[in-house]
């Protein structure tokens, strides 16, 4: 194989892996964050920390409340205060128990629409490195 031909191939190679990153990686959808985003107008998460290299998000959901469809950029959470959930995402809609104590993370862009249909607050830390 000349030098030539190993070079055009390792390029398109280069080039598929990028576009396959760049695609799993997600893109940043015409949405909301989780800090924009509310419930019927009202905001259900604040700002606890807010660096360089790192924001934290406090968000609390009472009975009957949720979070209007909105993205994540890659991110660690921790539930401070479970209930159960109703979650609307790319994988269709499901109910589930989100015990307190559970952590969740993301390696790439996603979005949910979430709602509390427990009967207790629930209240996640959201840790987000920028």
Partial sequence: MTKKI????????????????YFSCG???NLPDPLEAGWNSKA???VVKNTPKIRVLKCIFPPGVGHEKH????????????SQFRITDTTGTREV????GSSFS????????VLNIGDSTAVFLIMEPK
């Avoid at 390792?10 to 396959?20: E, P």
């Avoid at 993205?71 to 479970?82: A, D, E, Q, R």
């Avoid at 993301?106 to 629409?113: E, R």
Wanted: hydrophobic fraction near 35%; aromatic fraction near 10%; include cysteine.
């Fill in 106 to 113: 993301k390696d790439t862009i996603t979005w949910h629409q």
């Fill in 71 to 82: 993205y994540h950029n890659p991110h660690v959470g921790y539930t401070l205060s479970g």
């Fill in 44 to 46: 259900v998460c604040e």
């Fill in 27 to 29: 893109v940043k959808p």
């Fill in 6 to 21: 190993h070079l055009q191939i390792q390029l398109k190679t280069t080039l598929i892996f990028l576009f396959i990153g």
């Fill in 97 to 100: 128990n989100v015990p307190s």
